[in-house]
């Protein structure tokens, strides 16, 4: 009924910089939340940023050098990555709620690999 297209993962380098796009598509009427989450080898799935209503929330480690947005009209969205770690290597996974309490729906997930 919904589905979730991720683009833009890839390898960079540390200190690179790296444009993810999550585009929702199917019956969608509106969106209460979109956001990013990743999981490493080994490593718990966890939120790395968040954008709900017209708040955002990011992870304490990408403070600063990640940034969401959403562009509502496209049911689209972004998580600009900037200063790169190695330790940002991770799955990419999007997720959205189209409503308050709502299930989360969920992309299929893309590699981020930040290495030299």
């Known amino acids: 009924q919904v589905q979730l297209v991720e683009s833009g993962g890839g390898l960079v380098q540390p200190g690179g910089s790296l444009r993810l796009s999550c585009a929702a598509s199917?019956?969608?009427?509106?969106?209460?939340?979109m956001g990013w989450y990743r999981q490493a080898p080994g490593k718990q799935r966890e939120l790395v940023a968040i954008?709900?209503?017209?708040?955002?929330n990011y992870a304490d480690s990408v403070k600063g050098r990640f940034t969401i947005s959403r562009d509502n009209a496209k049911n689209t969205v972004y998580l600009q990555m900037n200063s790169l770690k190695p330790e940002d290597t991770a799955v990419y996974y999007c997720n959205a709620r189209l409503v308050q309490g709502g299930r989360y729906y969920w992309g299929q997930g893309t590699q981020v690999s930040v290495s030299s």
């Open positions: 954008s709900s209503g017209t708040s955002t």
């Open positions: 199917g019956s969608i009427f509106s969106i209460n939340s």
